[in-house]
Each structure stands twice: as structure tokens, then as C-alpha cells.
């Protein structure tokens, strides 16, 4: 099986691109935490894991990740993507 790892870097708005950042500043958010994250991958269809003892090569923190499972019809990107857009939403709310 396939798995995909998001970790809150990706979506994080305080980061650059070099410090891990994926998505454009405006689809970032403030302080994503991996319970968001996997909420919005469950949005976008996928099932989630967090871990939450794990940390980001490019930070000093541990802020955990998110596993996602069966995702063998969407690439990483379009997932990171869709995730960002449903963290919005969640955000709005």
C-alpha cells in the first residue's frame, strides 16, 4: 500500500519554500496542526494516521504527521493541494 506523509511544514504559513513550505502563501494557514491536516485529507476522500512522536527533517520541533493510505490516484502534489484548500475551509468556519 501505498502512503503519502504530509507534515504540518507544508502548510505552514510562517515558512518560506526552503524551509519547507508546498503550498502558495495564500492557501497556507497559521500553526496547522496534524489533527487538521488528517480532518481535510479525510474531506478530500483519503483515510488518515497521525503520528504524533515524529518530527520534520527541516525543523526542531516535534509537530507529528499525517499518513495518508490509498492514495494511488492523485500525486502528491494534487494531495498537498487539495489538503491546503479543505485547511482553509476548515479554517473559515
Known sequence: M?????WPAYFDAALSRS???RVPVE???EEPEVDEIAT???QVGYDAVIERDKAYSRE???????L???ATDASKNDLVQ????YLNLLREE
Open 2 to 6: 501505498v502512503e503519502n506523509v504530509l
Open 82 to 85: 487539495a489538503t491546503a484548500a
Open 40 to 42: 481535510a485529507v479525510q
Open 68 to 70: 495518508v493510505q490509498g
Open 27 to 29: 492557501q497556507a494557514v
Open 60 to 66: 526542531y520541533r516535534t509537530r507529528g504527521r499525517v
Open 19 to 21: 524551509e519547507g513550505r
